[in-house]
C-alpha cells in the first residue's frame, strides 16, 4: 500500500473509484447505502429549480422553486402524497394528498374514521367526515380564540338526528 501526496488539481477523464464510490462527469455512484454527515448544515442547490426523486431511475417525486414557492409534486399518475408521524409510538397517517382524486384531503387515516376535504366533479366545495361504524357521531366544532365552542353540528348516525348547538344550548 501506498500513498499518493498531490498538491494541485487531479484530472481523471476516466472517472475516480473510492472504496464503493465512483465519480464519472456529473454522476457519484454509490454500490452499497450512501450517507451524507455533515457537522453543519447540508444545502442542496439546484439552478434548474428542481430537485428530483428517484429510485432504480423512475423519478417519483420533485421539489420545485416556482416563482419562490415551494412545491411538492407527486411524479407518478395518481400515487398520494402522504404524511405520517409517531403518535404514542405508534405510526400513523396524519394526511393523505389522493391525488387519484384530484388531491382529495384525507386527515388522519384513510381507513374509517376520517374528514375529507374535496371538490366533487360538479365543483361543489365539500367537507365530508366519515365514522367508521352506525352507532358513532360525526361531529363539526365552530370556535375562535375565546370559546372554543361557539358551536357545534353533532349527526347522530345511531338514529339518524342531527343537533345544532350554539354555545352549549340546542
Do not use: C, P, W
Not at 2 to 22: F, K, R
Not at 44 to 51: K, Q, R, T
Not at 118 to 144: M, P, R
Amino acid at each position: 500500500s501506498s500513498t499518493l501526496g498531490v498538491t494541485g488539481v487531479v484530472t481523471a477523464n476516466a472517472g475516480v473509484v473510492v472504496d464503493e464510490m465512483t465519480l464519472d462527469a456529473d454522476t457519484l455512484t454509490a454500490t452499497d447505502t450512501f450517507t451524507i454527515d455533515a457537522a453543519g448544515d447540508i444545502t442542496l442547490d439546484a439552478d434548474g429549480a428542481d430537485i428530483r426523486l428517484s429510485d432504480a431511475g423512475t423519478q417519483f417525486g420533485k421539489f420545485t422553486n416556482s416563482s419562490s414557492d415551494f412545491v411538492i409534486s407527486s411524479s407518478v399518475n395518481d400515487k398520494d402524497i402522504i404524511f405520517k408521524g409517531a403518535d404514542g409510538g405508534a405510526d400513523i397517517t396524519a394526511l393523505t394528498l389522493d391525488m387519484s382524486a384530484g388531491g382529495r384531503a384525507l386527515f388522519n387515516n384513510a381507513s374509517s374514521d376520517q374528514m375529507a376535504i374535496f371538490t366533487n366533479t360538479a365543483h361543489d366545495s365539500i367537507v365530508q367526515i366519515t365514522a367508521s361504524a352506525a352507532n358513532k357521531n360525526s361531529v363539526i366544532y365552530f370556535g375562535d380564540n375565546d370559546d372554543a365552542n361557539v358551536g357545534i353540528i353533532d349527526y347522530d348516525h345511531q338514529i339518524n338526528h342531527m343537533d345544532f348547538t350554539t354555545n352549549a344550548s340546542v
